[in-house]
């Protein structure tokens, strides 16, 4: 992986392909390979950029709290870095709020907008809360509880279950607690809705039990314009449960 500095930390990433620049951000609490399986499918279409966010994979962190507008921040620091004025910015969940937040920050510099099992919506208080209480946690006690309470919710399928429980153990507590800080502080993004005037993508599993699809289905009642696939049978892991369909949709921003 490349590495670069921006902020005052080294952001790791991959980049492959050729054609419209493209960021691939993943979501809590993984890495860059969540990606793997639709590089390929894409790499003929996208000069595609595949970063490790702040504290994960192989990008460091400070220690200091940080924001999705930093998270945000990065991603246009790489872009600078990289001579690339306007990308479409995609995001998984977690990935997504970045997006959002790069959207918000760099109207000019969005190209379209991805999101993959993501949505809009700020953390209602309880779930604000418990963002505090896992944090809490994981300083106490390490990873281990918040790795067993997400894994089954990332998908149903076993095999992909026990990627996804790898690639959470992986990551370091420190980038663990900074994440979930940042996401229980993250602004609603309905109102940034109607200011897109870049295509929008939406994708989403049917049976996503951390983020319903109705969140989805939200986001294109405001929005028609914006395409919306949705997965039949696919939980919170669609790009690697539907790769080909996931890619699919992407190429919309092309
Ligand atoms: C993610 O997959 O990035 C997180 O589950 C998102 C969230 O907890 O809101």
Redesign the pocket.
């Known amino acids: 992986m490349e590495k670069v500095d921006v902020n005052r930390i080294q952001l790791a990433y991959e980049r492959r392909g050729q054609g419209t620049p493209m960021v691939l951000l993943h ?4 890495d860059h390979h969540l990606w793997d399986e639709v590089l390929p499918l894409l790499e003929d279409t996208f000069d595609l950029i595949v970063p490790d966010l702040r504290g994960f994979g192989n990008s460091t962190m400070i220690d200091a709290p940080h924001s999705m507008d930093d998270y945000a921040s990065d991603i246009a620091s790489l872009l600078d870095h990289l001579n690339i004025q306007k990308a479409a910015i995609v995001g ?6 970045v997006a959002l937040a790069f959207a918000r920050q760099y109207p000019g510099r969005v190209g379209g907008l991805g999101l993959v ?3 809009v919506l700020a ?1 209602a208080p309880e ?1 604000k809360e418990g ?1 505090y209480k896992s944090a809490a946690d994981v300083e106490a006690n390490g990873i281990g509880s918040v790795v067993e309470a ?1 894994a089954p ?2 998908t149903a399928a076993e095999k992909l279950q026990a990627y996804a429980r790898e690639s959470m153990q992986r990551q370091q507590p420190s980038a663990y607690i900074g994440a979930l800080k940042a ?1 229980a502080e993250r602004a609603d993004s309905t109102d940034l809705l109607s200011s897109f005037h870049f295509p929008m993508v939406i994708v989403h599993g049917d049976s996503d039990s ?2 319903p699809i109705d969140r989805a289905r939200e986001i294109k009642a405001t929005l028609p314009q914006a395409h919306l696939v949705e997965i039949q049978g696919a939980g ?1 892991m669609p790009m690697m449960e539907a790769a080909e369909k996931t890619a699919e949709a992407l190429r919309h921003l092309a």
């Open positions: 979501g809590f609490p993984l998984h969940s977690m990935g997504g709020y099992s993501s949505q953390d779930r963002r997400m919710k990332f996401m951390l983020i919170h």
